[in-house]
């Protein structure tokens, strides 16, 4: 019996102004499911950390309402936070095949594959969750078995795209489900959440395939070596290169961790088809001639210590960029890896190689879709209430004008924040409150454990350097018995600055002289002279402000 | 009386296989004359630096030996590291008007305005400068009163392009002096150096005209205030936004500090047409409906301490976004500002800003030749060598490529690196050795004072943070009597890690002892003992690296 007033809440937890860390929560009276569990990359003021994992802080309150966590496909900022959140929520999973094969690697990286429960599931099941009913639909993305979500619920079905675009001869053969994104349309649709990375660019993306017939007439005129760049997670366009190489008989090395990992997982699943023979180990490219050698490599992303900038900059243990070498970087750098992409590309042209690389082919597709393939999946599904997902403020904004210039009316899109609650009946829609949301910083082991001060003293650090001031007081008459010593990192270089360092221990003495003088004692009082004096000194002498640290020890 | 085996020699000193800080000596026999003096924004690695000049180091060996400096434009990359050269070595400078405006504002602000001595010239004119000859030839660009040069020497003229684009349209009137290169070309020109920023672009670069046709297109439908960021710079972009101002009754404000500056420079040396009356200050904008406001800011590379951000964020004194205002990006994100773009915009659309930028719009244009431009100035100037510059290594290697597709033979085109000295004859050429280049840095006051000893430091300090172990010693037996005292800074958050921090003090205590067991009383070693047990410590319990600075005191 459903009570009149239930509402169902949809609740996203990343994903909404940002590039990464999808996570988004569908909830209806004492149950919850998750929709994916992704990671982002750190800001480049997040110094030192290694990843971002959305704030469960709401599931560790709800946790025994969490029923499951439904996955849309295997990259990063989709499932890369699952074995830090099921640490805390352990909830069953449900994905497919390659999806799951992905996930099943991180588990077992973090030791944690027999605490799991995965569930497989196939493009056109439905899953009851609960009073939910979860429709995997098959779509199109730049990794396979990339699925769409209809989630039927007591108020209405929700449809969640995922990452996807429309490409009408996939690499696998099979296209897109839009037949049932019609009929879902036909029947009513209450909300869609749609992938608004690729929002700006008008038109369609290009289709997968037409990546394999840059690499036909590539490699049909090359003699020497074959280098390809690419993503990892990207297996049909690893396929396309291992077409490729078939037609032009030549031999393929996977080089570079997650490449080795992912092809191992797609090749068991079969998801990546390549005779046996035909995989060679990188440590005996030598042993063929280079006319029939191909390498598939990770490090498009000039990513410094991946494969290939190792090869470029010759820090590879087992292969080493050789004059002639044709390499090419199929795929686009991420916004903030522009430089790094350009660096290693220098690189490899030092080397001798001939680089090809996005301006100059068409060596890569995105995985999102543009435009008009947004138009068609909005003109399709027809839904009462749109929420733009996956795209950074600017992105959910166009999406919403786009979304508006199709006919909806604007009341009934919602540009939201991460943590924001949309609450819906089956005719109504708004804004009903807020959950915390946002970044925990993972370091090393440590999940959360550092934050804004520790980053405002790694930036500080990192700018200026320190100075570590030390003195000895007698506990007696706290009369300085030693010091100040003074030992400065980051700062200047102190072989060259001895009249700097001389200098900054004379305006100590002379501070901590007057104080003296005062009857000043307090410790506190004694650091922030220190401090004090110090700073003063060293930006009239160097306009830089290094951080002080003042230490008293008492004898 | 010139002897046979005098040779002419090129030597650049920055701006090849690099964005930025050019500068290119030209020697012949006793006398050197310096084609530019750049500097260039510090990568990411560079933490804390300010700014970074090219080594110099062959000019103070050889300073009685230069001449002059001559510039081919106000851009930072090529006047910025003035102010620093001339300390060293004081030479006088030719430049045209607006380009030793911009320079002079550089002098004041170093405090040095009354020591250079600085010359104008206009295109056309031609200084002698010892044995050289240096002609002074319009070009386009994106800052007024640009010129490449044609330097004649006694083995044969060389051409600088400077920083062009062929722009058939220019905004003051004035078309690059086409007939000039052919003429030259015409009478044989030795070598030609020419800018490859743009060379792996196809086509043409649009004339700057085409934006003000934007600008014309966006004004007419906005009843809103308008917020245009550009570079400072580019006079003709801002004459474009006043010219479609006046057309549509709008006042117009400027800011920003260098916009200001700049706009007062070309006001006053005629590059920059404004009625006076149209000018307002940023503080009085309320004084006047929003339909009758323009605001020409900087910001356009997401500067975070710039005006447009200041604006986004509400940390502007005087002004701040207002919903409904129309903000015009009129630039491209430089590589490596994408992020800081992209913040911008999104704080701008959170304002209820209508933002629009390069991919919704036309409102920008490189100021860089593509590729069909370049091939016509090679070949109307037919060299018979060619030194590609300013660009990186694939911009050069691209560059050479297009002069050898034009037909000219590789031995005679030269990928080189800064420092490397062709030396030609006039029918030969060849690299002859290599002089002192690279990075200055600058750092507040100290220029070169930091290196990489220093950014070493900086850079594990930001990533993981330090902690300072202090330990009093007993001077007459070495045993401790104070400490371990532990203060730790961007690293983990200490008031939740007081179990870390004990432990910490624990494992140093227990390594003193030891040592104190084994009789073991030198510093180095008590040091590198404290060093070893908590590196082992800190990285099994957080799989991180502090930096560790063990300091002993005596007493």
Same mark, same amino acid.
């Given at each position: 019996m459903q009570r009149k007033d239930a509402k169902l809440k949809i609740i996203p937890l990343g994903g909404l102004n940002e590039i990464g860390k999808n996570m988004t929560v569908i909830e209806y009276k004492n149950e919850i499911i998750i929709v994916d569990c992704g990671l982002s990359f750190p800001e $480049? !003021?997040?110094? =030192?950390? $290694?990843v971002v994992i959305p704030d469960i802080s709401y599931l560790l309150k709800n946790r025994e309402r969490v029923k499951a966590i439904v996955l849309t496909h295997g990259h990063e900022d989709h499932i890369g936070a699952l074995p830090y959140v099921l640490k805390k929520v352990n909830v069953p999973i449900y994905g497919t095949k390659l999806t799951l094969g992905l996930v099943e690697n991180k588990f077992k990286e973090h030791n944690m594959l027999s605490d799991v429960n995965m569930n497989i599931v196939k493009p056109g099941d439905i899953i009851k969750l609960g009073r939910f009913k979860v429709e995997f639909i098959k779509t199109s993305h730049s990794i396979p078995d990339a699925v769409s979500l209809a989630i039927d619920t007591p108020l209405g079905k929700i449809i969640h795209t995922g990452d996807f675009k429309i490409d009408y001869t996939p690499i696998d053969g099979d296209i897109m489900n839009l037949h049932r994104f019609a009929q879902l349309g036909s029947e009513g649709v209450l909300a869609l959440l749609a992938d608004s990375?690729? &929002? !700006?660019?008008?038109g369609y993306t290009m289709s997968e395939r037409t990546v394999g017939e840059t690499f036909e007439n590539i490699f049909k005129n090359v003699e020497s070596r074959i280098i390809v760049a690419t993503f990892a997670s990207n297996v049909h366009r690893v396929q396309q290169i291992i077409n490729a190489a078939l037609t032009f008989n030549r031999k393929v090395a996977f080089s570079g961790r997650s490449m080795v990992n992912v092809a191992n997982v797609a090749i068991e699943l079969g998801y990546l088809n390549v005779p046996k023979d035909m995989i060679i180990d990188v440590s005996d490219l030598n042993k063929y001639p280079d006319n029939e050698i191909v390498v598939i490599t990770t490090g498009s992303q000039g990513e410094p210590m991946s494969a290939l900038s190792r090869m470029a900059s010759s820090e590879h243990r087992k292969m080493e960029i050789q004059p002639g070498d044709k390499v090419i970087i199929s795929a686009t750098p991420i916004p903030g890896n522009e430089i790094k992409v350009s660096n290693v590309i220098n690189l490899l042209f030092e080397k001798g190689a001939d680089v090809i690389y996005e301006s100059l082919a068409d060596v890569h597709v995105s995985g999102h879709a543009c435009q008009e393939e947004l138009k068609l999946i909005h003109s399709l599904v027809k839904p009462k209430y749109f929420i733009p997902v996956h795209g950074e403020y600017r992105h959910l904004r166009q999406h919403a004008s786009l979304a508006e210039s199709l006919g909806m009316a604007r009341d009934n899109i919602f540009v939201i924040d991460n943590g924001k609650v949309i609450e819906l009946s089956n005719d109504s829609a708004r804004i009903a409150g807020t959950v915390d949301s946002g970044n925990i910083l993972v370091d090393g082991l440590g999940v959360? $454990? &550092? =934050?804004n001060i520790v980053l405002r003293d790694r930036k500080h650090l990192s700018e200026d350097g320190l100075m570590v001031v030390v003195v000895t007081i007698s506990k007696e008459d706290g009369k300085v018995i030693a010091g100040p010593d003074i030992i400065s990192r980051g700062f200047v270089y102190v072989r060259e600055s001895e009249d700097l360092i001389d200098g900054a221990k004379l305006v100590v003495r002379e501070g901590l002289k007057k104080c003296e003088s005062n009857n000043v004692k307090e410790w506190a009082t004694l650091k922030s002279v220190i401090k004090d004096v110090l700073k003063g000194y060293l930006y009239q002498k160097t306009k830089r402000r290094p951080m002080i640290l003042p230490i008293i020890m008492e004898v």
């Amino acid at each position: 019996m459903q009570r009149k007033d239930a509402k169902l809440k949809i609740i996203p937890l990343g994903g909404l102004n940002e590039i990464g860390k999808n996570m988004t929560v569908i909830e209806y009276k004492n149950e919850i499911i998750i929709v994916d569990c992704g990671l982002s990359f750190p800001e $480049d !003021e997040m110094l =030192g950390i $290694d990843v971002v994992i959305p704030d469960i802080s709401y599931l560790l309150k709800n946790r025994e309402r969490v029923k499951a966590i439904v996955l849309t496909h295997g990259h990063e900022d989709h499932i890369g936070a699952l074995p830090y959140v099921l640490k805390k929520v352990n909830v069953p999973i449900y994905g497919t095949k390659l999806t799951l094969g992905l996930v099943e690697n991180k588990f077992k990286e973090h030791n944690m594959l027999s605490d799991v429960n995965m569930n497989i599931v196939k493009p056109g099941d439905i899953i009851k969750l609960g009073r939910f009913k979860v429709e995997f639909i098959k779509t199109s993305h730049s990794i396979p078995d990339a699925v769409s979500l209809a989630i039927d619920t007591p108020l209405g079905k929700i449809i969640h795209t995922g990452d996807f675009k429309i490409d009408y001869t996939p690499i696998d053969g099979d296209i897109m489900n839009l037949h049932r994104f019609a009929q879902l349309g036909s029947e009513g649709v209450l909300a869609l959440l749609a992938d608004s990375t690729n &929002v !700006e660019r008008p038109g369609y993306t290009m289709s997968e395939r037409t990546v394999g017939e840059t690499f036909e007439n590539i490699f049909k005129n090359v003699e020497s070596r074959i280098i390809v760049a690419t993503f990892a997670s990207n297996v049909h366009r690893v396929q396309q290169i291992i077409n490729a190489a078939l037609t032009f008989n030549r031999k393929v090395a996977f080089s570079g961790r997650s490449m080795v990992n992912v092809a191992n997982v797609a090749i068991e699943l079969g998801y990546l088809n390549v005779p046996k023979d035909m995989i060679i180990d990188v440590s005996d490219l030598n042993k063929y001639p280079d006319n029939e050698i191909v390498v598939i490599t990770t490090g498009s992303q000039g990513e410094p210590m991946s494969a290939l900038s190792r090869m470029a900059s010759s820090e590879h243990r087992k292969m080493e960029i050789q004059p002639g070498d044709k390499v090419i970087i199929s795929a686009t750098p991420i916004p903030g890896n522009e430089i790094k992409v350009s660096n290693v590309i220098n690189l490899l042209f030092e080397k001798g190689a001939d680089v090809i690389y996005e301006s100059l082919a068409d060596v890569h597709v995105s995985g999102h879709a543009c435009q008009e393939e947004l138009k068609l999946i909005h003109s399709l599904v027809k839904p009462k209430y749109f929420i733009p997902v996956h795209g950074e403020y600017r992105h959910l904004r166009q999406h919403a004008s786009l979304a508006e210039s199709l006919g909806m009316a604007r009341d009934n899109i919602f540009v939201i924040d991460n943590g924001k609650v949309i609450e819906l009946s089956n005719d109504s829609a708004r804004i009903a409150g807020t959950v915390d949301s946002g970044n925990i910083l993972v370091d090393g082991l440590g999940v959360g $454990d &550092v =934050g804004n001060i520790v980053l405002r003293d790694r930036k500080h650090l990192s700018e200026d350097g320190l100075m570590v001031v030390v003195v000895t007081i007698s506990k007696e008459d706290g009369k300085v018995i030693a010091g100040p010593d003074i030992i400065s990192r980051g700062f200047v270089y102190v072989r060259e600055s001895e009249d700097l360092i001389d200098g900054a221990k004379l305006v100590v003495r002379e501070g901590l002289k007057k104080c003296e003088s005062n009857n000043v004692k307090e410790w506190a009082t004694l650091k922030s002279v220190i401090k004090d004096v110090l700073k003063g000194y060293l930006y009239q002498k160097t306009k830089r402000r290094p951080m002080i640290l003042p230490i008293i020890m008492e004898v």
